[in-house]
């Protein structure tokens, strides 16, 4: 009864159902973005352009604070055909800083005064400056954490301190 026509009601051909166009099968999308220190610390929305074969779209994304290199964010229903897109997080480089998870690391240059006397020193952390005591006697490579001041709510500054002899 159904074979034989490939389109039809099997009766011949004549009158019954139209064959549905196949449905375009969705598909996920990925791609990269960038994001700056200062906006992984505390978060921001952002204009994102996919282009397509025919055309191209904007979607604003949220980028939640505290996220790390390396992490995706999904978009539902951004993709091909309903599909999803997927944006994995690139961290952009900071004259300041080096990443680690969610840890910032500063290296902090003291002339050997400041170590040797010790010193209190502003540092930069992605808000504002902060001052840190150094203790007399600081070696070249000893270390400092400020809690709180790196990515998310578990990310630390640590500071490595170098010393460095002035040319005068």
């Given amino acids: 009864m159904f074979g034989g026509q490939g389109r039809g009601n099997g009766f011949g051909g004549q009158g019954g159902f139209a064959e549905e166009p196949a449905a375009e ?5 990925e791609g990269d973005i960038l994001v700056t220190l200062e906006e992984a610390k505390r978060g921001s929305i952002r204009t994102v352009t996919v282009r397509r074969e ?36 690139r961290l952009a480089k900071h004259p300041d800083f080096e990443v680690d998870g969610h840890n910032l690391i500063h290296e902090l240059e003291l002339a ?3 170590a ?20 007399a006697g600081t070696a070249s490579g000893q270390k400092f954490r400020v809690r709180g001041h790196g990515l998310g709510k578990t990310g630390d500054l640590h500071i490595t301190v170098k010393i460095v002899v002035p040319d005068k």
């Fill in 112 to 114: 050997p005064w400041e």
């Fill in 54 to 89: 025919n055309r191209t779209d904007s979607h604003q994304v949220k980028i939640p604070a505290g996220i790390t290199e390396g992490q995706k964010l999904r978009i539902a229903g951004r993709g091909e055909h309903g599909g999803d897109l997927y944006l994995r997080i």
């Fill in 25 to 29: 099968e969705s598909r996920d999308l």
């Fill in 116 to 135: 040797a006397l010790g010193a209190e020193i502003a540092v930069p952390t992605l808000a504002a400056k902060v001052n840190i005591k150094i203790p």
